[in-house]
């Protein structure tokens, strides 16, 4: 009797399923399993493992090239991404979304001999908000990262640190990071961008990949206090001028426009509305004792990338031009009469 009705009982649950009356969410109570396998220098593929084993190595002093994440036991409606930084390619995918890697396609590279840096992994699908996706990565010189999870960066950027092993798990959403050995704070370590030389660097290898112009070289034209300004070598100085802020944001500043925003840079340029330009020109007129003519205008234009300011004194009711300064997002002033620069910001 009691067979009877456990038959009965599925059978029903299966045709309740079959037309949609049960949630597949009621399916999600056991935690998939999460395994995967890297391609390690000298050694190429090894064999999966599975939930918080070590892949790659320690010791050895070998990258990790490439990487293969897939679930198991599979719950329905969900599904695990990815994505690696890589030597002289950076994030395979550049912020839409479009190149994540997943269910068990090769993120990196193989027969490049191109080190993996960092790595984000993600569950994703109607159920992914149940679980959270742990994963730990031991970096060259570094030692074990902390943990880390659900899409957030694990390794480094900037540094040319290769990865070398990783750990990875699936838990409950809500369950503290596994445990284990931890030899740095945090999971992630990005190198700031700290002279002119690593700017210019940079600045060439993220042209690149946004598939824009890059050009032969660049110089460097000043510093505003929240990064580079570079100009290209074979262009009038004014005509395109990029800040690179320290955290890795790139700034045209001929056009006032991002073009690309790293994470937490609010903002790069160090003169953002007409009103700080005037009070940064006031006070340089007062700190380098240059007569203050009686009135100073604003022509209400953003010309050349910067903010166009006219002196006058009034003599006998009529304007008589005092200076023509262009004051510049990043503390340069330019004289347009003289046509040089009175006043380059100093590196801070």
Not at 258 to 263: G, I, K, P
């Amino acid at each position: 009797m009691k067979k009877s009705i456990r038959k009965c009982f599925v059978g029903m649950l299966a045709l309740l399923l079959s037309v949609g009356m049960v949630p597949t969410t009621v399916w999600a109570e056991t935690t998939p399993n999460v395994r995967y396998r890297t391609h390690v220098e000298n050694k190429g593929w090894q064999e999966f493992v599975s939930d918080g084993v070590l892949s790659g190595t320690t010791g050895e002093n070998l990258r990790l090239e490439g990487i293969q994440i897939e679930l198991e036991n599979q719950v329905a409606n969900l599904d695990v991404a990815y994505q690696t930084h890589i030597q002289n390619y950076g994030w395979e995918d550049q912020g839409d979304n479009t190149n994540w890697k997943k269910n068990g396609e090769t993120s990196g590279t193989t027969g490049e001999s191109l080190r993996l840096e960092a790595i984000q992994i993600k569950l994703t699908g109607d159920t992914a908000d149940q679980f959270d996706i742990w994963y730990q990565v031991h970096a060259q010189n570094m030692g074990w990262l902390a943990w880390t999870k659900n899409g957030e960066s694990a390794g480094t950027e900037g540094f040319g640190y290769r990865l070398e092993g990783i750990k990875i798990q699936i838990l409950p959403a809500g369950s503290s990071a596994p445990s284990g050995t931890v030899d740095q704070d945090e999971p992630f370590y990005k190198k700031l961008i700290q002279s002119p030389h690593e700017a210019i660097t940079y600045l060439k290898q993220l042209l690149g990949q946004l598939g824009m112009r890059v050009d032969e070289d660049y110089k460097y034209t000043g510093y505003c206090n929240k990064g580079f300004k570079l100009t290209a070598v074979n262009s009038p100085i004014q005509a395109q001028p990029y800040i690179v802020s320290p955290k890795g944001s790139l700034f045209n500043d001929f056009k006032q426009i991002y073009l690309f925003q790293a994470a937490g840079d609010e903002t790069i340029c160090y003169l953002a509305t007409e009103d700080e330009a005037r009070q940064y020109l006031d006070d340089y007129l007062i700190t380098s004792e240059t007569d203050v003519p009686e009135i100073i205008e604003f022509q209400g234009t953003f010309m050349q990338g910067g903010y166009w300011f006219y002196g006058y004194d009034e003599i006998e009711g009529k304007k008589t031009t005092i200076f023509e300064y262009t004051v510049y997002p990043g503390g340069n002033i330019y004289d347009n009469i003289l046509n040089q620069y009175i006043y380059e910001y100093s590196v801070v």
